[in-house]
């Protein structure tokens, strides 16, 4: 069952930011939003393609064996406010606090 544009939006952005925060922080997976496939991820996330954006940071966590993070999970500590209420519904506009944040 395909999710509404809202959730994948929201979605993209806490994966996002959960790969740019903890990717960088591990050494044996130091690139974080250096990145290709986040690169990507990121840029069909701002132009509207979610699912393509959505699978490829969904394997990109997969490949550098990170758990996939649950909707209800906040991506960083930092996060929990701005980007991971909009999945669940505590709204906001967590890419326009993705890209405050200094991510994209």
Not at 25 to 33: A, H, I, K, M, V
Not at 74 to 98: E, M, N
Request: with cysteine; net charge positive.
């Amino acid at each position: 069952m395909a999710q509404t544009p809202a959730y994948e939006k929201a979605r993209c952005a806490q994966l996002l930011g959960y790969y740019a925060y903890y990717g960088e922080s591990r050494r044996e997976n130091s690139d974080g939003t250096k990145n290709g496939l986040w690169i990507a991820a990121s840029v069909d996330c701002a132009a509207g393609r979610y699912e393509m954006g959505l699978a490829e940071i969904e394997r990109l966590l997969t490949n550098k064996h990170f758990p996939i993070p649950g909707a209800e999970q906040a991506s960083t500590p930092r996060w929990r406010r701005q980007a991971d209420d909009a999945v669940t519904g505590g709204g906001g506009d967590p890419l326009k606090a993705f890209r405050r944040a200094g991510f994209a």
